[in-house]
Nanobody, 122 residues
Framework: QVQLDETGGGLVQTGASLRLSCAVS????????MGWFRQAPGKEREFVAA???????VYADSVKGRFTISRDNAKNAVYLQMNILKPEDTAVYYC????????????????WGQGTQVTVSS
């Protein structure tokens, strides 16, 4: 089992920055990739970014150049630095872990956190 706990969400204005944190505990050795997803009201959960166990990072086109995913193995944490936030970034953000080698779709993930709300006002 892997337990995930997201923090760092909040209400910010357009153009601001936020850093989301995901505390990871449990059997992390079985994890191949860590991902961030988001879900806005009335919309499907969508891929934001992932960091593979090799350190390779992958981003959705909508956040490329603005968001950065990283991890700190010593702290068992994964982060999502979000810059130049836009109102369309408003959503609940979820941290997820997968043991699979594919990682862009929600069903490919085995473990999920509870989510943290990010609201960007215009």
């Amino acid at each position: 089992q892997v337990q995930l706990d997201e923090t760092g969400g909040g209400l910010v204005q357009t153009g601001a920055s936020l850093r989301l944190s995901c505390a990871v505990s449990g059997r992390t050795s079985s994890t191949y990739a860590m991902g961030w997803f988001r879900q806005a009201p009335g919309k499907e959960r969508e891929f934001v970014a992932a960091i593979l166990w090799t350190g390779v990072t992958v981003y959705a086109d909508s956040v490329k150049g603005r968001f950065t995913i990283s991890r700190d193995n010593a702290k068992n944490a994964v982060y999502l630095q979000m810059n130049i936030l836009k109102p369309e970034d408003t959503a609940v953000y979820y941290c997820a872990a997968t043991r699979k080698t594919t990682f862009r779709l929600p069903y490919e993930y085995d473990y999920w956190g509870q989510g943290t709300q990010v609201t960007v006002s215009s």
